[in-house]
């Protein structure tokens, strides 16, 4: 597969080069961590290309790669990543790539490897790096390449920053829902406690005095989901397909109106989804979902709280996991009156509202970037301006 072919013409000045011309690569046998178990959050960060990237830290003070910047590479996933700060790695699949000379920008050249668009012939086939090194990615002179560099990393910045932020709020979320549908929040808006607000015991935790305890099924009917056919999804249905993994297509047929919650049947079973209230949905045979009928009921506050109980200790089975609806009846739930529930559901939903707006504006990011990839590193928009105006 050559690249040159999807980009018929280059700017002056550019040239097609292949990535053996410009970068060396390196076994990491002296870099991989021997300890299996690695320190949690602490010591040198233990790496992979993939997804996962960080996979955990070590306290082996030896064998740390600190000749940076490099280009971790997998030759299983052609997956990178690049990086500039110690690390060790897990095993000798993931290769160091490095600037062959001074007139190669590192950050330009993991960029532009993005285009090459290679993935292994199957699941099973490695793509080692000698050939992938065989394959030509447009280079402009060394300027150009620094100045693309800047902008591409100015916005990858940006994505990191929003990240943290999402993160934060993530973590905000997860601290005081425990806090909520533990304790409980007054008229004024105050967490309850002991020591102001009477609380008892219950076959959960201590709970606000006025709260009781009740069980999944007897707010409402766990309904299984059912099989829709392929001629039967349509990309602009008015109804939403529901499967274990979330929203998963559209259709016209609807097997109920929210409001309700989509639980797992089988396969990723701590997935749990809202339906509000008004939108058409249909559930495939894989997942449930539950049809409230208690009156006293504000179904976003079951939804939260259902994200507390770990539905992997509910699993059965020894191969797919798999949930019993018996067992999802029994599911405890402690049950504030209906205006707490409220309160409680309403403060958690701006949480989500502000991480779903700090999530839409790094979707936003990530196409600006994918798109200025495609043209700043083609020659396609030049840069060459920007570069005159310093010099």
Same mark, same amino acid.
């Given at each position: 597969m050559n690249n040159e072919k999807e980009f018929k013409d280059l700017p002056e000045g550019w040239k097609?080069? *292949? /990535?053996?011309?410009?970068?060396?690569?390196?076994?990491? $046998?002296?870099? =991989?961590v021997l300890a299996e178990n690695y320190e949690d959050?602490?010591?040198?960060?233990?790496?992979?290309?993939?997804?996962?990237?960080?996979?955990?830290?070590?306290?082996?003070?030896?064998?740390?790669?600190?000749?940076l910047p490099v280009i971790l590479f997998d030759d299983f996933t052609t997956d990178?990543?690049?990086?500039?700060?110690?690390?060790?790695?897990?095993?000798?699949?993931?290769?160091l790539l490095r600037a062959r000379d001074k007139n190669i920008n590192l950050f330009y050249i993991f960029n532009a490897m993005q285009l090459i668009k290679l993935k292994p012939g199957s699941e099973h086939k490695r793509f080692w790096i000698s050939e992938y090194s *065989? /394959?030509?990615?447009?280079?402009?002179?060394?300027?150009? $390449?620094?100045? =693309?560099?800047?902008i591409l990393e100015t916005i990858d910045n940006a994505i990191e920053k929003t990240d943290k932020i999402i993160e934060k709020y993530k973590r905000i979320k997860q601290g005081l829902m425990q806090d909520l549908i533990t304790k409980g929040i007054d008229e004024n808006g105050n967490i309850r406690?002991?020591?102001?607000?009477?609380?008892?015991?219950?076959?959960?935790?201590?709970?606000?005095?006025?709260?009781?305890?009740?069980?999944?099924?007897?707010?409402?009917?766990?309904?299984?989901?059912?099989?829709?056919?392929?001629?039967?999804?349509?990309?602009?249905?008015?109804s939403i397909v529901y499967g274990t993994t979330g929203i998963i297509a559209r259709t016209e047929k609807y097997i109920d109106v929210g409001e309700a919650i989509i639980l797992p049947r089988k396969g990723s079973?701590?997935?749990?989804?809202?339906?509000?209230?008004?939108q058409k949905f249909f559930v495939i045979d894989t997942a449930f979902y539950v049809k409230f009928t208690k009156t006293e009921v504000y179904v976003k506050y079951i939804y939260y709280f259902l994200h507390q109980v770990n539905f992997e200790l509910l699993n059965e089975a020894t191969g797919i996991p798999s949930l019993n609806r018996e067992n999802l009846k029994n599911i405890l739930i402690p049950l504030p009156p209906l205006?707490?529930?409220?309160?409680?559901?309403?403060?958690?939903?701006?949480?989500?509202?502000?991480?779903?707006?700090?999530?839409?504006?790094?979707?936003?990011?990530?196409?600006?970037?994918?798109?200025?990839?495609?043209?700043?590193?083609?020659?396609k928009v030049r840069v060459n301006h920007l570069v005159e105006e310093e010099e």
């Amino acid at each position: 597969m050559n690249n040159e072919k999807e980009f018929k013409d280059l700017p002056e000045g550019w040239k097609w080069a *292949r /990535l053996e011309e410009v970068i060396l690569y390196e076994q990491p $046998q002296k870099y =991989i961590v021997l300890a299996e178990n690695y320190e949690d959050k602490s010591g040198i960060p233990v790496l992979t290309a993939g997804k996962t990237f960080i996979l955990g830290f070590t306290n082996e003070n030896f064998g740390i790669c600190n000749n940076l910047p490099v280009i971790l590479f997998d030759d299983f996933t052609t997956d990178s990543r690049f990086v500039n700060f110690p690390f060790k790695v897990k095993s000798s699949a993931a290769k160091l790539l490095r600037a062959r000379d001074k007139n190669i920008n590192l950050f330009y050249i993991f960029n532009a490897m993005q285009l090459i668009k290679l993935k292994p012939g199957s699941e099973h086939k490695r793509f080692w790096i000698s050939e992938y090194s *065989r /394959l030509s990615i447009p280079l402009p002179p060394l300027p150009e $390449q620094q100045k =693309i560099a800047e902008i591409l990393e100015t916005i990858d910045n940006a994505i990191e920053k929003t990240d943290k932020i999402i993160e934060k709020y993530k973590r905000i979320k997860q601290g005081l829902m425990q806090d909520l549908i533990t304790k409980g929040i007054d008229e004024n808006g105050n967490i309850r406690n002991e020591k102001t607000h009477k609380f008892k015991d219950s076959p959960l935790v201590r709970i606000p005095e006025e709260w009781e305890v009740v069980r999944l099924g007897e707010m409402g009917e766990i309904i299984y989901g059912e099989r829709l056919n392929e001629y039967e999804y349509f990309e602009d249905g008015s109804s939403i397909v529901y499967g274990t993994t979330g929203i998963i297509a559209r259709t016209e047929k609807y097997i109920d109106v929210g409001e309700a919650i989509i639980l797992p049947r089988k396969g990723s079973i701590n997935n749990k989804f809202y339906v509000k209230e008004g939108q058409k949905f249909f559930v495939i045979d894989t997942a449930f979902y539950v049809k409230f009928t208690k009156t006293e009921v504000y179904v976003k506050y079951i939804y939260y709280f259902l994200h507390q109980v770990n539905f992997e200790l509910l699993n059965e089975a020894t191969g797919i996991p798999s949930l019993n609806r018996e067992n999802l009846k029994n599911i405890l739930i402690p049950l504030p009156p209906l205006p707490e529930q409220q309160r409680i559901a309403e403060i958690l939903s701006q949480i989500d509202k502000t991480i779903e707006k700090e999530e839409q504006y790094k979707e936003k990011l990530k196409r600006l970037k994918q798109g200025l990839m495609g043209d700043l590193l083609t020659g396609k928009v030049r840069v060459n301006h920007l570069v005159e105006e310093e010099e």
